[in-house]
């Protein structure tokens, strides 16, 4: 008789969810995303090495303090999206602070414009152009590919409930990490280039995260 | 209502360290909540009882997402309003496709099969209405038709009811896995 009601099914439901409870680490979600991240950050450092290879002279490079400036702006949005996509990642966590991503950018902003102040117009083309424009943007987002694919794995068990948008903050992420192990290879240190095409990257990157954010992070 | 996050939040808190008596009270004081949620929002009884299910479920899978710093009330109701949008996407979408065949082939459902699992067990866990479609059209072979007449259900119900009670197993399989 109980066997036939719908209440009945969920007691059972009930019964099987609740035998061998196994406790439950603290900072299971955390851990999870480090993971994925650090996984996916090995997985595109292994293909920048092995198909494009490190810039000759990255040893004279990391000297220089635009190389590490441009270095910073990179961990910074990786570090800030990062802690978006962990709130994102948890049901009730309101995306109360998204905004916190472009603070790298608006940090960096300065650097750029005075890189351009103290350059003699005719020389702002070749500046923002660098060595190689289209070829960085994309090869920031082809190398945040596998990022993405570490972090979709760690969302898998965990519980996002805003897919668009925490598929556009894994897609940030991802590129932030890519374009920071992508300045191994990059020939560009000048903060103008930086500011244009890794973060023209950047928003390449969120788009087609929250494009397959909400088709992959489903549970 | 803080008299009673507190309740629901030490009970959660308890159940994550492990405590089984704690989580069966928790789940227990969870179901009514979430019937009376559904209830009002879907209008069906039947749909209501799936939808307290498959929150339940999720409850228990993704526990390790929440914060005990944060309060578990919002927790709850932010799956529940996720199970609420999938549901109303998912009917949307076969309202408009009527096309279920291809999703009920899932790899989650083919490995379920090669494991071995009573499949009897797992389909007296739901609904004897599911439980009955999927028994007709999966393991005995009927076409829909055929499982809907035998049961003297419409077609349409009969494949909401293979449907749903298919993504449960595979929910339910998945989460035992781990």
């Given amino acids: 008789m109980n066997n036939a009601s719908p209440t009945g099914a969920t007691e059972r439901l009930i019964e099987s969810l609740t035998r ?17 991240v650090i996984a996916g950050a090995a997985a595109s450092l292994a293909l920048l090495l092995v198909v494009l290879g490190a810039r000759p002279d990255l040893a004279a490079v990391a000297s220089s303090a635009s190389f590490w400036m441009k270095v910073a702006y990179t961990i910074g949005t990786a570090s800030a999206a990062l802690f978006v996509a962990a709130r994102l990642s948890r049901p009730g966590g309101r995306p109360s602070a998204t905004w ?24 702002w083309a070749p500046m923002l152009l660098g060595h190689g424009w289209r070829e ?17 794995w760690a969302f898998k068990r965990l519980a996002p409930t805003e897919l668009a948008l925490a598929g556009a903050v894994a897609g940030l992420s991802s590129a932030a990490i890519s374009a920071l192990v992508y300045c191994i290879h990059c020939p560009s240190n000048g903060a103008v280039f930086a500011l244009a095409w890794y973060t023209l990257a950047f928003g390449v990157a969120s788009g087609l995260g929250a494009l397959a954010g909400t088709k992959l992070l489903r549970w | 209502m803080a008299a009673r996050e507190i309740e629901l939040k030490t009970m959660m808190t308890l159940a994550l360290d492990g405590d089984s008596t704690a989580y069966d009270a928790l789940l227990r004081t969870l179901a009514p909540l979430l019937r009376g949620f559904f209830h009002r929002r879907v209008g069906s009884e039947d749909v209501a009882e799936d939808l307290v299910q498959e929150t339940l479920i999720a409850v228990h899978s993704r526990r390790a997402t929440f914060d005990r710093a944060r309060p578990f009330t919002a927790w709850l109701y932010g799956i529940a309003r996720y199970k609420l949008a999938d549901h109303f996407r998912r009917s949307h979408r076969l309202a408009e496709v009527g096309e279920v065949d291809s999703e009920l082939e899932g790899p989650d459902l083919e490995s379920a099969n090669s494991a071995v699992i009573d499949v009897e067990r797992l389909l007296a866990l739901l609904p004897h209405k599911q439980g009955n479609a999927i028994r007709a059209t999966k393991i005995e072979g009927l076409s829909l038709a055929e499982a809907a007449s035998t049961a003297g259900i419409s077609e349409s119900d009969a494949k909401m009811s293979v449907y749903r009670g298919l993504k449960r197993l595979s929910a339910r399989v998945q989460g035992r896995v781990r």
Avoid at chain 1, 20 to 36: C, E, I
Avoid at chain 1, 100 to 123: C, K, N, R
Wanted: charged letters at 10%.
């Fill in chain 1, 100 to 123: 916190i991503v472009i603070v790298p950018f608006l940090l960096y902003l300065p650097v750029g414009l005075w890189e351009l102040a103290s350059t003699d117009t005719a020389d």
């Fill in chain 1, 20 to 36: 061998d409870l196994q406790p439950t680490p603290r900072h299971a979600v955390p851990a999870r995303l480090t993971v994925g």
């Fill in chain 1, 136 to 152: 960085c943007t994309w090869l920031v987002v082809a190398l945040s590919v596998p990022v993405y694919l570490g972090l979709w």
